[in-house]
């Protein structure tokens, strides 16, 4: 099963609003981190977030992280056409596993 | 800097066939990894390799094997293709450490792999 799940799975919204996608996760973790993929291509990375911060900005991007409730959240405040995309969260739990777990994803349109 | 390729882009196969994928990343890393994406899904860790020579199994191992006998490569091989591989695979890699960019993955352009 995953560690991370997305919710919505799919959001529509107009070009200037602010986007919303949240992340839940089952176990304990070093690191979440947000990618972006566009449409047949591969992912690339966004924004980390240590399991000791609460909140990161990037640009328009804002990251929290809850680690009581083992959730993320991303947000793209003023957003743009290209910012259409599929926004996956993974953690990075570290230990014996030294690897990336991907949640589904959310699928974020922004119409112009 | 290229970052990391993979090769090919498109395949099909039949059932039954074989095939390698290749992924070269020219960043000196030391993780290197595979994941696979199905429709509406997120990425499946399939494999990885923590250094040169070792690896280790991720998810979905079944029916594929790795090999990383260089630094820089990370072969992914289906002895026996079967319909349910047919999926978009990714290739990704990492350095470790506390540095900048630290357990962040730079991404392959995938390679979409179609078994009849």
């Known amino acids: 099963s995953q560690q991370g799940e997305e919710d919505p799975q799919a959001l529509s919204i107009q070009e200037g609003e602010n986007a919303t996608m949240n992340c839940s996760y089952k176990?304990?973790?070093?690191?979440l981190q947000w990618y972006r993929q566009n449409s047949g291509r591969g992912l690339v990375h966004l924004i980390l977030?240590?399991?000791?911060?609460r909140e990161k900005h990037s640009g328009r991007l804002r990251v929290t992280l809850d680690t009581s409730k083992k959730s993320s959240s991303l947000l793209i405040t003023a957003s743009r056409a290209a910012d259409t995309a599929s926004y996956f969260c993974a953690t990075w739990t570290g230990g014996g596993r030294r690897a990336l777990t991907f949640g589904s994803g959310t699928r974020l349109q922004v119409q112009p | 800097n290229a970052g990391v390729t993979q090769t090919p882009k498109f395949r099909v196969l039949k059932t039954g066939q074989s095939m390698t994928l290749l992924c070269a990343q020219d960043?000196?890393?030391?993780?290197m990894y595979w994941y696979r994406q199905d429709p509406g899904m997120g990425l499946r860790l399939i494999h990885y390799s923590v250094g040169e020579g070792t690896t280790a199994k991720g998810e979905v191992p079944d029916g594929y094997n790795v090999s990383r006998l260089k630094k820089q490569n990370f072969l992914l091989g289906l002895e026996s293709a079967a319909p349910s591989q047919t999926s978009v695979y990714f290739c990704?890699?990492?350095?470790?450490?506390?540095?900048?960019?630290?357990?962040?993955?730079?991404f392959g352009a995938g390679s979409r792999l179609t078994v009849l």
């Open positions: 977030i240590r399991s000791n911060e």
């Open positions: 990704a890699s990492t350095h470790t450490g506390t540095g900048t960019g630290a357990n962040v993955l730079t």
């Open positions: 960043m000196n890393h030391e993780y």
């Open positions: 176990t304990s973790i070093n690191n």
